[in-house]
């Protein structure tokens, strides 16, 4: 017997999210119905709901696309994941457009991302289409003892930077600065730390500093106490000490803030790559002829392709990325205090919501 099936629903912009009864959800042909382990709070989910940024499907919605579970029922074609542990991708692409058949899923004008443009995660079931889901080991899974909720992350919070050091190319002794340590900016210095690259973290909280100094990262710096001016003297500084480049560094912006974005961007030097991680509505002000001078060049990422899920979890399995000291998990029921509380910035790491089954 399959238990209750609800949803939580944003009906208008700051309101308390409600909870909905579902008449039982079943799955198309090409579809997946799966109980959801857990589903993280992600800084957009926030947009939407204080900041009134947009949502494609019109409200009310279920927000989250940071999910994972198992799947319970599945259509006719999709016959292969029944009872699979999985994760679902944040940008679900529709895998036989122009654009995904030449590898450039996240770009898929028919693509669907669960808490945008079809009902979330913020529930105790989903049914999404079956094409990109990332089956999970559980026997693997159950020997690291991480839990399939803590996995939700994966998608967005690990792979979304995980697809950004692909695409810059981190390699081993590049030196990579990640501003912004919180959330994906903690994943992003474990995951270039990982490629072999040398991390200089970036922030303005010590407490996030701290979390990720013994994490990925081999130096952090405090941007508060610095001008952007002293802030690239130390760093390189570090480099020299440490036998690394003063050009081609890599930056990751992951804070979505302007003070970052004004950061990350006056660290460009020759042969720079600044991926563009975080999102914010601010605009700011740059001298955008500096990537010609320097011969730089920046980049931004929207999501991960399905394709590249598996490498994101393998790293995580094999704990090279690590996932547990940075989620704190809480009963779905609880997702109003939780948003104010993330909101507020008075959570420590990333908050994942937990259904009762
Ligand atoms: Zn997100
Ligand atoms: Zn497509």
Redesign the pocket.
């Given at each position: 017997m399959r238990g209750e099936q609800v949803r939580w629903m944003m009906t208008a912009r700051g309101e308390p999210l409600v909870q909905v009864k579902l008449d039982t959800l079943s799955p198309g042909p090409d579809e997946v119905l799966i109980e959801i382990a857990g589903c993280?709070v992600?800084?957009?989910?926030l947009g939407y709901y204080y900041d009134g940024i947009r949502t494609m499907h019109g409200l009310p919605l279920t927000l989250g696309?940071?999910i994972s579970g198992h799947v319970i029922e599945t259509g006719g074609n999709a016959l292969w994941w029944v009872d699979r542990a999985v994760v679902v991708p944040?940008v679900i692409p529709c895998g036989h457009c122009d654009a995904c058949r030449r590898g450039k899923a996240t770009i898929c004008p028919h693509q669907k991302m669960p808490g945008n443009d079809i009902h979330g995660g913020f529930a105790t079931h989903i049914v999404v289409p079956a094409h990109g889901l990332c089956a999970v080991d559980e026997r693997r899974l159950a020997a690291t003892g991480i839990d399939l909720a803590d996995l939700s992350v994966i998608a967005?919070?690990v792979t979304?930077p995980y697809q950004a050091a692909v695409q810059a190319g981190v390699t081993a002794g590049d030196l990579v600065v990640v501003n912004g340590v919180g959330g994906?900016g903690g994943y992003a210095a474990q995951i270039a730390s990982a490629f072999g690259g040398v991390v200089v973290a970036v922030d303005v909280n010590d407490d996030k500093l701290a979390a990720v100094a013994g994490q990925g990262a081999a130096l952090t710096l405090n941007a508060k106490e610095k001008t952007p001016r002293d802030l690239k003297a130390a760093i390189a500084a570090f480099a020299k000490e440490r036998g690394l480049r003063q050009s081609e560094w890599i930056i990751f912006e992951c804070s979505g803030t302007r003070a970052g974005q004004e950061t990350a961007f006056s660290l460009i030097n020759h042969g720079a790559t600044l991926a563009v991680v975080g999102f914010t509505m601010d605009k700011i002000e740059i001298r955008l002829s500096n990537l010609m001078a320097f011969h730089a060049r920046a980049v931004g990422n929207w999501g991960c392709p399905p394709e590249l899920y598996p490498q994101a979890l393998e790293l995580v399995l094999d704990g090279r990325v690590k996932v547990t000291p940075f989620v704190e998990k809480h009963p779905l029921s609880e997702i109003n205090r939780i948003f104010a509380a993330a909101h507020a910035g008075a959570l420590k790491g990333r908050a994942v919501l937990v259904p009762t089954h």
């Amino acid at each position: 017997m399959r238990g209750e099936q609800v949803r939580w629903m944003m009906t208008a912009r700051g309101e308390p999210l409600v909870q909905v009864k579902l008449d039982t959800l079943s799955p198309g042909p090409d579809e997946v119905l799966i109980e959801i382990a857990g589903c993280g709070v992600c800084h957009s989910d926030l947009g939407y709901y204080y900041d009134g940024i947009r949502t494609m499907h019109g409200l009310p919605l279920t927000l989250g696309h940071e999910i994972s579970g198992h799947v319970i029922e599945t259509g006719g074609n999709a016959l292969w994941w029944v009872d699979r542990a999985v994760v679902v991708p944040a940008v679900i692409p529709c895998g036989h457009c122009d654009a995904c058949r030449r590898g450039k899923a996240t770009i898929c004008p028919h693509q669907k991302m669960p808490g945008n443009d079809i009902h979330g995660g913020f529930a105790t079931h989903i049914v999404v289409p079956a094409h990109g889901l990332c089956a999970v080991d559980e026997r693997r899974l159950a020997a690291t003892g991480i839990d399939l909720a803590d996995l939700s992350v994966i998608a967005d919070a690990v792979t979304t930077p995980y697809q950004a050091a692909v695409q810059a190319g981190v390699t081993a002794g590049d030196l990579v600065v990640v501003n912004g340590v919180g959330g994906v900016g903690g994943y992003a210095a474990q995951i270039a730390s990982a490629f072999g690259g040398v991390v200089v973290a970036v922030d303005v909280n010590d407490d996030k500093l701290a979390a990720v100094a013994g994490q990925g990262a081999a130096l952090t710096l405090n941007a508060k106490e610095k001008t952007p001016r002293d802030l690239k003297a130390a760093i390189a500084a570090f480099a020299k000490e440490r036998g690394l480049r003063q050009s081609e560094w890599i930056i990751f912006e992951c804070s979505g803030t302007r003070a970052g974005q004004e950061t990350a961007f006056s660290l460009i030097n020759h042969g720079a790559t600044l991926a563009v991680v975080g999102f914010t509505m601010d605009k700011i002000e740059i001298r955008l002829s500096n990537l010609m001078a320097f011969h730089a060049r920046a980049v931004g990422n929207w999501g991960c392709p399905p394709e590249l899920y598996p490498q994101a979890l393998e790293l995580v399995l094999d704990g090279r990325v690590k996932v547990t000291p940075f989620v704190e998990k809480h009963p779905l029921s609880e997702i109003n205090r939780i948003f104010a509380a993330a909101h507020a910035g008075a959570l420590k790491g990333r908050a994942v919501l937990v259904p009762t089954h």
